[in-house]
């Protein structure tokens, strides 16, 4: 006796024959998708990874290069480019304690210099005043009186901060509150330091 289908034979069934034509069509799909995606990355080819490029962490600890240990200018530094290979730009790493700035008053000739607050909350003192920045904040120091700047950690925590300076051969640095020049190059630094009075004449000595 040939029993009747049942709903459930039919609807199985028809899901089955359903599956069956649908696979030509998924399969169609799937090449189109494919061709699609074969498309995408010929247009937009996969980055490759540059594993030549070394990287310098601002949060992490380091062995620092050098130790400044005169009083209100204690610090810690560590020269970025050198250990990054870097030739044009120049970068410092600084942890201030409280307390203690990075250096005097002054400006340059010669060289554009950035500043990066990593951490901490340092005054930054220029010609219009002081303001305390917050990690974070940058601020361009351009060559020339304008450019006067001093950065003081005056709070109760460590600040860090990344200095940033053009690397030219030869710079001339002015301290507007002591009166001297700094005569700077590339290869031995600091050359000389001298009064910026009396103001001499061309031809004096000639």
Same mark, same amino acid.
């Given at each position: ?16 024959? $359903? ?6 069509? $998924? ?20 980055? !490759? ?11 992490? $600890? ?17 020269? !970025? ?20 700035? @990075? ?22 003192? @220029? ?35 990344? !200095? ?31 009064? $910026? ?10």
């Amino acid at each position: 006796m040939v029993r009747a289908p049942r709903s459930l034979d039919l609807f199985l069934r028809h899901a089955e024959l $359903d599956a069956a034509e649908a696979a030509p069509r $998924d399969q169609d799909a799937v090449l189109r998708q494919g061709e699609r995606e074969r498309d995408g990355e010929q247009r937009h080819p996969p980055k !490759i990874e540059n594993r030549g490029v070394d990287v310098f962490n601002l949060f992490a $600890d380091h062995d620092w290069d050098d130790e400044q240990e005169r009083d209100g200018y204690r610090h810690r530094v560590a020269a !970025i480019g050198p250990r990054l290979g870097g030739a044009l730009l120049g970068g410092s790493l600084y942890e201030l304690p409280p307390g203690e700035s @990075t250096w005097p008053y002054h400006y340059e000739h010669g060289s554009e210099e950035w500043l990066l607050v990593v951490a901490g909350r340092p005054t930054l003192r @220029t010609p219009d005043g002081e303001r305390q920045l917050a990690p974070g904040d940058v601020a361009v120091f351009a060559e020339g009186p304008a450019g006067a700047h001093k950065v003081t950690n005056s709070t109760d925590e460590v600040a860090r901060v990344v !200095i940033f300076a053009s690397k030219s051969p030869f710079a001339v640095v002015a301290y507007p509150d002591s009166g001297k020049v700094g005569l700077w190059t590339r290869e031995d630094g600091y050359v000389g330091l001298v009064r $910026d009075e009396p103001k001499l004449d061309y031809w004096d000595g000639e």
